[in-house]
């Protein structure tokens, strides 16, 4: 069993105390799940009005035939029969901006926390936690929703990869089906923690980075609304790099000291391992993404479409689709 050494745990060792085995791991564990339940079920609340007010922008802009989304889809101007996929967008927003709130809690509450910061550890940990469970449950109905769509009707697409054929492609919504169902394992994974020991879940959780990118992917690819270079689109790209910096920070000082690299060549062929490189690999990836990232923001070239390219149509009776 995992102890605590008299003079506390290092900082960002507490994830390892976490998943000590003792005889209650499994009580603690429902009591965990039980209190951030009850903190989830106050967010999703929050959540569904600002879905709401998304929801209500997005049918206006379709009323007053100025949303970009009709210049791909001319079929979609019709905002009352096509309710189900403005609400399915609004819900998409919701948890695109829940999924950036946890994961730079995440990142935030694994490394080691600046002295500027007066929110603890363990407070930053527990929104973690109640913020993924919503992110689940905004892409699940962002999905679910999706479903109902008449232009579309079909729950499978919405659950399966490369199911979907609506325009603009089945290649970005399978990307957002995948960070679906890598999310809800990824998230729950901490309340099994004692069971599949500490090594295991550290190793799992790390992919939660990739999940986000998956679901940043999916908006920029598939989000009509993001479709064309605007604002928006250069905003979604610019909130990307606070992620990408506290990921450097993150892995450039590790808060556990069996991640840390010594900083001397000599130091560095002595504990020469496969595990020491994949360490400077993803250091060196993590670094070259924020470069890239911040040149992209700073130049503007955020591959949206020109507009002028599209014709702003009037509705067709029938659409084909992608095959």
């Not at 967010?43 to 009005?49: D, P």
């Not at 999905?143 to 919405?158: E, I, K, R, T």
């Not at 479709?227 to 689109?233: A, E, I, K, N, P």
């Not at 069996?258 to 994949?278: F, I, K, M, N």
Request: aromatic share 10%.
């Amino acid at each position: 069993m995992t102890t605590a050494r008299a003079d506390g745990p290092e900082p960002g060792e507490n994830e390892e105390l976490l998943v000590e085995r003792t005889d209650d791991a499994p009580r603690r564990s429902r009591g965990e799940l039980r209190t951030d339940l009850v903190a989830t079920s106050v967010e999703l609340v929050i959540a569904t009005v600002l879905t709401s007010a998304v929801f209500l922008l997005l049918y206006q802009r379709i009323e007053a035939d100025t949303s970009d989304t009709t210049l791909v889809m001319p079929f979609m101007n019709d905002a009352a029969m096509h309710w189900p996929y403005w609400l399915s967008q609004a819900f998409g927003w919701t948890a695109l901006l829940w999924s950036w709130v946890t994961v730079m809690l995440g990142l935030a509450v694994s490394g080691r926390s600046p002295d500027w910061l007066t929110i603890s550890p363990a407070r930053m940990e527990r929104l973690h936690r109640s913020t993924s469970l919503t992110t689940i449950v905004l892409i699940f109905a962002h999905a679910l929703v999706l479903s109902w769509d008449p232009a579309d009707p079909n729950l499978a697409g919405s659950f399966i990869p490369w199911m979907y054929s609506h325009p603009p492609g089945r290649f970005g919504v399978a990307l957002g089906v995948i960070a679906f169902w890598l999310a809800i394992p990824l998230g729950l994974s901490f309340y099994l923690r004692r069971r599949i020991g500490p090594r295991t879940w550290r190793i799992a959780h790390r992919f939660v980075i990739v999940v986000y990118i998956l679901g940043v992917w999916h908006t920029l690819l598939w989000g009509t609304n993001v479709w064309f270079d605007g604002w928006v689109r250069w905003l979604l790209w610019a909130l990307q790099i606070p992620v990408a910096v506290l990921l450097v920070a993150r892995l450039l000082a590790p808060a556990r000291r069996g991640e840390r690299l010594p900083l001397r060549l000599s130091e560095l062929r002595q504990r020469w391992s496969g595990g020491t490189l994949a360490r400077l690999g993803g250091r060196l990836v993590a670094v070259l993404a924020a470069v890239a990232l911040v040149v992209v923001v700073v130049t503007g070239s955020i591959g949206g479409r020109d507009r002028e390219d599209y014709d702003r149509t009037p509705a067709e009776t029938g659409h084909e689709h992608e095959h």
